[in-house]
């Protein structure tokens, strides 16, 4: 999974809250640097010391001391700060590859606030990091290189899948998977209210619910075969699963789970229009 030279890098973080931490546990158990190249920086001191324990990584005074010690900056705090954190690091950018998790900040914003011909990559992660699943979408800036973008691809390959899209699409990827697993979530929670409705204890329905959920997300993953063709595999005439089925389509919930994507893809627009 290592890429070639990234063994060497040293990479720096601003912020461990969740993504942060997850993405620094991925890259230390897909073994992309060593656990003595990385650099973290926090508000929380309590919560870097914990992890200088656990993970055996630098902890920094501060921002700038971050930065300094990075080949490949991820910047991971919350939007609205992420101004003041550019203002305080702009003098220590050298030739630093910066990559923002800052959900509805605009890479224009990075390369406006940083030093001329500054590499930014942006990209939309999910919770999912927090397993080594995640769904993220990378978008690189105007002074990105191939080999640039093939570093941030191996980071976020460490804590699961990637694709690589235009920037004007982050959005989209916002409302699909930066906030479909809530969707998900709340499917598993309904698939096991009506497995205990029917008499399943709930840990039992739980699990046989989120099994189901895994099992055809990798059979989707995996195969070669249209997901109208996989559920056929399943349904077979007069049978269970395609009164299920009508009764899903009579309730709409193919249309809900669109407009639901589409809800949330509108409100990040609005939202990065606010950064």
């Known amino acids: 999974m290592t890429t070639t030279g990234m063994a060497n890098k040293k990479i720096g973080f601003i912020g461990t809250g969740k993504m942060g931490e997850a993405l620094i546990k991925g890259i230390i158990h897909a073994k992309l640097v060593p656990s003595g190249n990385i650099y973290a920086s926090d508000m929380d001191l309590a919560k870097l010391q914990i992890l200088e324990k656990e993970l055996k990584i630098n902890i920094c005074k501060g921002n700038c001391d971050a930065v300094i010690n ?32 800052a959900a509805g900040v605009t890479i224009e914003t990075f390369e406006k606030n940083l030093p001329p011909k500054t590499k930014v990559v942006r990209v939309m992660p999910n919770i999912a990091a927090t397993v080594e699943e995640a769904a993220s979408a990378i978008s690189p800036g105007s002074s990105v290189s191939k080999e640039d973008t093939a570093i941030a691809a191996s980071i976020f390959n460490a804590i699961g899948k990637t694709v690589q899209l235009q920037e004007l699409l982050m959005d989209a990827v916002t409302g699909l998977s ?40 990798k059979m989707v993953l995996d195969g070669a075969s249209h997901t109208g063709e996989l559920k056929d595999m399943v349904t077979s005439p007069g ?26 893809c509108e409100r990040s627009k609005e939202l990065g229009k606010k950064n």
């Open 70 to 101: 990075s080949d490949v900056l991820i910047i991971a705090v919350k939007p609205q700060i992420v101004p003041a954190v550019l203002s305080e690091i702009k003098s220590s950018i050298k030739n630093q590859l910066i990559i923002s998790i």
């Open 178 to 217: 930066g906030s479909g697993p809530a969707y998900i979530f709340m499917i598993i929670e309904a698939l096991a209210d009506g497995g205990v409705h029917e008499g399943l204890d709930r840990n039992t329905a739980k699990l046989l619910a989120a099994q189901t959920v895994l099992g055809a997300a």
């Open 239 to 264: 049978g269970t699963t395609i009164r299920g089925l009508r009764v899903m389509e009579e309730q709409g919930v193919r249309i809900a789970m669109m407009n639901a994507v589409i809800a949330a």
